[in-house]
């Protein structure tokens, strides 16, 4: 039987730099695209030369987000490589971009332009606002989009100042939601033979993960508080949505407690959740049993006024134990919890090492690094993820592919169009 991925012949233009873009297209590699990463000669993307931690290779930034991509340098601004990608865009089915705004129309690339060279051409953006927006102008990282997209302001605790998370909401987010529209407008040139834009914003991407806040601001705006908030009942709401701390942001009360070490070891905690209906088994879990039945405590209601109270009895009775004893002991109470796990113990951790999510991948300049393999599993494809190309690594071979003869090749180096 011969093996086939879900997007084998699938050819795709990575114009892409720095994370969102390259997230999205390396993904979509990791299906069997045929991703070929367009980069500017001499430097090419310039996350190959940030925060190096070997001289010489390329950053672990780029080689993390750029895995099983060819690399082909191109000048796009000089007119022999301009007709590349216009030859390159006829043979190609998607094409996608992260410049900043303007960019690709100032480089002569504009969809009207695209639709023309190829019909059939899917162009897929990510940019830090929206088309029309106020802020469209602007060029936007990470933190950025975190800000305007409403993470920032409700992340945190009530007497800190707003916070950014480490998980990248504004980029690898990005990337995904591009992807996902990338796979809708190939399946419906699938039925109708044309292609299409597909634009995501990195603030718009955010405010799509930020759904509950925006729930909460409604709430809070028509009852005044916000019963799950650590804020509630004892202290005050203004009339925006406040930093809610560790608290669940579901129906249940949730939080992170210390464990045996803590707070020397950092990170000795677990997430703690009271899920109401788990609540007579949790109060045999913490050794409270007379809790079960006890009006002052046997319902949410009656909790919510000392949930505080209650996480930091539960914290005397993990004090004796480490956040994986505790762990152990409250899953067979069916209790929501984890261990607040450090990189270094997701980097060995053997489960996610075993399902292909921590992959060890070895790359010719700085041998063996790890790197984050397809989150999305398959029954029927077996992602190998492999190394991010050198800087122009196949730029003779993707020419040579495309019909350009070696002479012509050759005068491209001497022009250092590639
Ligand atoms: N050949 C010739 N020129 C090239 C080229 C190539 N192969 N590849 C890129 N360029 C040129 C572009 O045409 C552009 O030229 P002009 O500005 O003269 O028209 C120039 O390189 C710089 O592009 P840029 O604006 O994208 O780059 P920057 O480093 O100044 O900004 C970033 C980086 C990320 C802030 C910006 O690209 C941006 O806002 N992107 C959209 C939002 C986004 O994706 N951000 C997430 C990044 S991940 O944190």
């Known amino acids: 039987m011969i093996m086939t991925k879900p997007l084998d012949g699938i050819r795709i233009i990575d ?48 080689t993390m987000l750029n895995g099983n991509k060819r690399s082909l340098t191109l000048d796009t601004k000089k007119p022999q490589g301009k007709d590349i990608l216009e030859k390159l865009i006829k043979m190609s089915d998607v094409m996608v971009e992260n410049f900043g705004p303007g960019a690709l129309d100032r480089m002569g690339f504009t969809w ?75 399946h419906q040139r699938n039925k109708t033979g044309k292609g299409q834009k597909v634009s995501a914003a990195m603030q718009d991407c955010v405010v799509n993960l930020c759904r509950v806040k925006l729930r909460d ?17 004892h202290g005050k709401f203004s009339d925006v949505v406040p930093r809610g701390g560790n608290a669940g942001g579901g129906g249940q009360p949730g939080w992170v407690l210390k464990c045996k070490g803590a707070p020397a070891d950092q990170n000795a905690y677990i997430y703690f959740t009271i899920q109401e209906q788990a609540w007579e088994a949790t109060c045999q879990a913490i050794g409270k049993p ?11 209601k009656a909790r919510q006024d000392k949930i505080f109270d209650i996480f930091a009895y539960i914290e005397t009775w993990l004090a004796d134990k480490s956040k994986f004893e505790a762990v152990d002991i409250l899953r067979k109470f069916n209790i929501p919890c984890a261990p607040v796990l450090t990189m270094k113990e997701v980097a060995n951790d053997p489960s996610l090492r075993a399902s292909g999510t921590i992959v060890e991948v070895d790359h010719k300049v700085r041998g063996k690094y790890l790197t984050v393999g397809s989150p999305i599993k398959f029954s029927d494809l077996k992602i190998e993820v492999t190394e991010s190309p050198l800087l122009g690594e196949h730029s003779d071979q993707v020419l040579t592919e495309m019909g350009y003869s070696d002479h012509y090749i050759s005068e491209l180096h001497t022009n250092h169009v590639i």
């Not at 997230?23 to 991703?35: E, I, K, S, Y």
């Not at 469209?136 to 933190?143: F, I, P, R, S």
């Not at 007379?290 to 949410?300: F, N, Q, R, S, V």
């Open 217 to 233: 601001q409604q709430r809070l705006d028509r009852t005044g508080v916000l019963e799950e908030y650590p804020q509630y009942p």
């Open 290 to 300: 007379e809790w079960a039945k006890d009006p002052a405590y046997c319902t949410a």
């Open 15 to 62: 114009f892409t730099h720095v994370q969102a873009g390259p997230a999205c297209t390396q993904l979509l590699a990791w299906f069997g695209a045929d991703v070929i990463k367009v980069e500017r000669p001499g430097s090419g993307d310039v996350t190959r030369n940030q925060l190096r931690d070997i001289p010489g290779a390329d950053a672990l930034y780029f």
């Open 112 to 186: 009207e332009h695209i639709q023309e060279l190829n019909p059939r051409m899917i162009l897929a953006s990510v940019k830090g606002f929206s088309d029309g927006h106020h802020y469209e102008d602007l060029k936007v990282y990470e933190n950025v989009a975190q800000c305007a997209g409403g993470a920032a302001s409700t992340t945190g605790f009530e007497e800190g100042p707003p916070l950014v998370s480490a998980a990248a909401l504004g980029d690898s987010n990005t990337g995904m939601h591009l992807a996902i529209g990338i796979l809708a407008a190939l």
